[in-house]
């Protein structure tokens, strides 16, 4: 009989070792224990979800929606979201929809289902940490042609994007408004990705998640008005930002009819289903929470340009204005340890931020600021942030 050492039971699969922990995680435990932190690390709305919406969730268990569903989702929920983005001018069947739990569950479905060990992805950085975690989970190489800044917003240069993605690539992954930086990619931008993955057969994951909080009208251009069904275009969203439900992990998938029984497939072997109440809860978020979307955007926008006006008054900062989500994601003149940055501001003056490192190595030099908070407290953030970098010289 074979001895196997207890050490070696507990120890991790090969591979995993290209996936780390958490940066932003790993500062907010550090000041999990301290007094008077503003706390602006993770990206989620600061106030509750709206109260129709658990009213909806309340009058879903009262009915008794707790027993096992579709793998693919409520009917209810995925008609919802079809007429939701009937409104949005997208011409989306139930056939193409696939219910998730969160916006990152879509993802890991989505990858477990096109991607094998040493395919290789590319992901445009700064990039938000499970883009490129997961993938690289599941044994794959991620490739990050680097975002850079062009005047006072990010850009991608589409010259550079096109020549990463070669006939290797497996799939390009395009989180657009992005998070950490604000980033958008206009429609032409769009239909010239769309017909170099054509021409190569390459996949495009869409992570639409922040596709509602812009700054100039209503909803950002999708990869969903100008595909076909049976192009190789998967749109994952989420219910978590827009409607400010990050704690119920709702989110669902747009994808060609072909790949819906894999995906549930994959489902079964994961979560089974998503809680049914929640998904009743969804119907009516999608139904009347439009009113909450255009108050939403509106108090993000205030927040932005009040956070951008702030932070661009302090000496060595570059601070880019964001096109959408709810990020700031602003350098810092001659840092070059952002995670060290990150936890002496939150020791000295109490103000918790995401380090810019944890999106990779673009990110390096920067933090990130969620602005998803009242107005005040992100003044008095910008204070103490301008008074930190003042003693530093």
Same mark, same amino acid.
């Given at each position: 009989?074979?001895?196997?050492?207890?050490?070696?039971?507990?120890?991790?699969?090969?591979?995993?070792?290209?996936?780390?922990?958490?940066?932003?995680?790993?500062?907010?435990?550090?000041?999990?224990? #301290? +007094?008077?932190?503003?706390?602006?690390?993770?990206?989620?709305?600061?106030?509750?979800?709206?109260?129709?919406?658990?009213?909806?969730?309340?009058?879903? @268990?009262?009915?008794?929606?707790?027993?096992?569903?579709? /793998?693919?989702?409520?009917?209810? @929920?995925?008609?919802? #979201?079809?007429?939701?983005?009937?409104?949005?001018g997208r011409d989306i069947?139930?056939?193409?929809?696939?219910?998730?739990?969160?916006?990152?569950?879509? !993802?890991?479905?989505? &990858?477990?289902?096109?991607?094998?060990? =040493?395919?290789?992805?590319?992901?445009?950085?700064?990039?938000?940490?499970? @883009?490129?975690?997961?993938?690289?989970?599941?044994?794959?190489?991620?490739?990050?042609?680097? %975002?850079?800044?062009?005047?006072?917003?990010?850009?991608?240069? *589409?010259?550079?994007?096109?020549?990463?993605?070669?006939?290797?690539?497996? *799939?390009?992954? %395009?989180?657009?408004?992005? /998070?950490?930086?604000?980033?958008?990619?206009?429609?032409?931008?769009?239909?010239?990705? %769309?017909?170099?993955?054509?021409?190569?057969?390459?996949?495009?994951?869409?992570?639409?998640?922040?596709?509602?909080?812009?700054?100039?009208?209503?909803?950002?251009?999708?990869?969903?008005? !100008?595909?076909?069904?049976?192009?190789?275009?998967?749109? !994952?969203?989420?219910?978590?930002? /827009?409607?400010?439900?990050?704690?119920?992990?709702?989110?669902?998938?747009?994808?060609?009819?072909?790949?819906?029984?894999?995906?549930?497939?994959?489902?079964?072997?994961?979560?089974? &289903?998503?809680?049914?109440?929640?998904?009743?809860?969804?119907?009516?978020?999608?139904?009347?929470?439009?009113?909450?979307?255009?108050? *939403?955007?509106?108090?993000?926008?205030? /927040?932005?340009?009040?956070?951008?006006?702030?932070?661009?008054?302090?000496?060595?900062?570059?601070?880019?204005?964001? +096109?959408?989500?709810?990020?700031?994601?602003?350098?810092?003149?001659?840092?070059?340890?952002?995670?060290?940055?990150?936890?002496?501001?939150?020791?000295?003056e109490r103000v918790g931020?995401?380090?810019?490192?944890?999106?990779?190595?673009? =990110? +390096?030099? &920067?933090?990130?600021?969620?602005?998803?908070?009242?107005?005040?407290?992100?003044?008095?953030? &910008?204070?103490?942030?301008?008074?930190? #970098?003042?003693?530093? =010289?």
């Open positions: 009989m074979v001895s196997v050492e207890f050490a070696d039971l507990a120890a991790p699969r090969p591979g995993l070792g290209a996936v780390r922990p958490s940066l932003i995680q790993k500062v907010a435990e550090q000041g999990a224990g #301290l +007094e008077g932190v503003i706390k602006l690390w993770f990206g989620e709305p600061d106030r509750v979800t709206p109260k129709f919406i658990r009213d909806a969730a309340t009058a879903a @268990l009262d009915d008794g929606h707790t027993f096992y569903v579709s /793998n693919f989702g409520v009917p209810p @929920l995925r008609q919802a #979201l079809s007429d939701y983005n009937a409104r949005l069947g139930v056939e193409r929809i696939f219910v998730t739990s969160s916006g990152v569950n879509a !993802i890991q479905l989505v &990858c477990d289902a096109l991607l094998s060990p =040493g395919d290789r992805v590319v992901l445009p950085g700064p990039y938000w940490p499970n @883009l490129s975690g997961i993938p690289a989970v599941r044994g794959a190489e991620v490739v990050s042609p680097d %975002l850079t800044l062009d005047g006072e917003v990010w850009r991608l240069d *589409m010259d550079v994007l096109l020549d990463a993605i070669t006939p290797e690539t497996r *799939m390009v992954m %395009l989180n657009a408004p992005g /998070n950490p930086s604000g980033w958008m990619l206009t429609r032409a931008e769009q239909e010239t990705i %769309l017909a170099h993955c054509r021409r190569l057969g390459v996949w495009i994951l869409a992570d639409d998640v922040y596709e509602r909080v812009v700054f100039s009208g209503d909803c950002a251009p999708s990869f969903l008005d !100008i595909a076909t069904p049976e192009d190789r275009v998967v749109s !994952i969203n989420s219910f978590s930002k /827009n409607w400010a439900m990050t704690g119920w992990r709702l989110g669902w998938i747009v994808a060609p009819p072909t790949l819906l029984p894999t995906l549930a497939m994959l489902g079964e072997y994961s979560i089974s &289903c998503v809680a049914p109440f929640i998904q009743h809860a969804g119907v009516v978020a999608l139904r009347d929470g439009e009113a909450f979307l255009a108050e *939403m955007r509106a108090r993000y926008r205030d /927040n932005r340009d009040l956070v951008v006006e702030r932070l661009r008054a302090i000496p060595r900062l570059q601070v880019p204005r964001p +096109e959408g989500a709810m990020y700031a994601f602003f350098r810092v003149e001659g840092c070059d340890d952002s995670f060290a940055l990150a936890l002496d501001l939150l020791r000295k931020l995401a380090p810019g490192v944890a999106f990779g190595p673009r =990110g +390096e030099g &920067c933090l990130r600021l969620c602005f998803a908070a009242e107005a005040s407290v992100l003044s008095e953030a &910008c204070d103490r942030i301008g008074a930190y #970098l003042s003693r530093q =010289g």
